[in-house]
DNA sequence: GCTTGCTCCTGTAGCCACTACAGGAGTTAA
DNA sequence: TTAACTCCTGTAGTGGCTACAGGAGCAAGC
């Protein structure tokens, strides 16, 4: 029982999460399942906003549903920090690999924009680069 | 009428995409509908190899299908070059967006993860960066 | 001519992480 | 009491594929 009593809305303002996400989560099992009112709404009280910001921040950092699942149980020490850790490495390395494909990715691009640009290619120089 | 008839089989190896994706690009209409033989088999040309392998080059620079189309209609001079280079440079300026957020992401998960294997926090490195 | 094994066909459903309804019900302020 | 608002469930859509199931065409060997 930790403070007041918080709407979906109000978890939803406090937290940037979308209330539809909200319960997405709850159905996914991401969160575990909210009390409800005498009307059957969700209540949600400090801890579901600390759980909620925690994995609004893992998420915009990539993680997936997944990953965020064991990150989570690291946090409540069912799991070794060890596994948090080995994650992070591992989803570092994956960011690593992207960035260096995006980098040749906007050299690509940039070369054929520029050629297009200056007129120097017969026909569309990005048509051309698409085309061999 | 140009060159052999090629089966859905060989196109897909001769193009490096999936036969599942080539029908799926048939059906949101991203290649125009296959001639059939008899037994009612897709047909298709040397032609049709050069606009799969055009599809599958601009996929891997990270079009989206609806530019793609854009793109095959400035390779066939029914859009001007110039739509084309609008389309590379608004995309490549969304490639560098995402280069810059991935590289903030990785300064972070580095971070994260180097003062936890240093064993500097008391509780977990990672979890911790993710509760504030 | 028949069988075996391969390729191909259509149609549907699943993936991820949401997002967007529709149609109804609880709640609050004037 | 009425209006405006928030919330509820359930379902379907997004993009770009991928993975079946269940059937049919086709080529080679016997």
Redo the contacts between chains.
């Keep these: 029982m930790s403070g007041a009593e918080i709407t979906i809305g109000a978890l939803s303002e406090q937290t940037g999460v979308n209330i539809e996400t909200v319960r997405y989560y709850e159905r996914i099992g991401l969160i575990p399942p909210a009390h409800r009112s005498a009307g059957g709404r969700r209540v949600f009280d400090t801890d579901d906003v600390?759980r909620l910001s925690?994995i609004r921040?893992?998420r915009q950092?990539?993680f997936s549903t997944d990953e965020i699942r064991s990150?989570l149980d690291?946090?409540k020490g069912a799991r070794a920090?060890k596994d948090?850790?080995a994650?992070?490495?591992k989803?570092?390395d994956a960011?690593?690999a992207?960035?260096r494909d995006?980098?040749r990715?906007?050299r690509?691009?940039?070369e054929?924009?520029d050629r297009?640009?200056k007129g120097a290619s017969p026909?569309?120089?990005?048509?051309e680069a698409?085309?061999h």
């Design positions: 600390q925690f921040r893992a950092l990539g990150l690291v946090a920090c948090a850790h994650l992070a490495v989803h570092r960011v690593r992207s960035i995006l980098r990715l906007e690509t691009l940039t054929a924009a297009c640009s026909g569309c120089a990005i048509v698409l085309s």
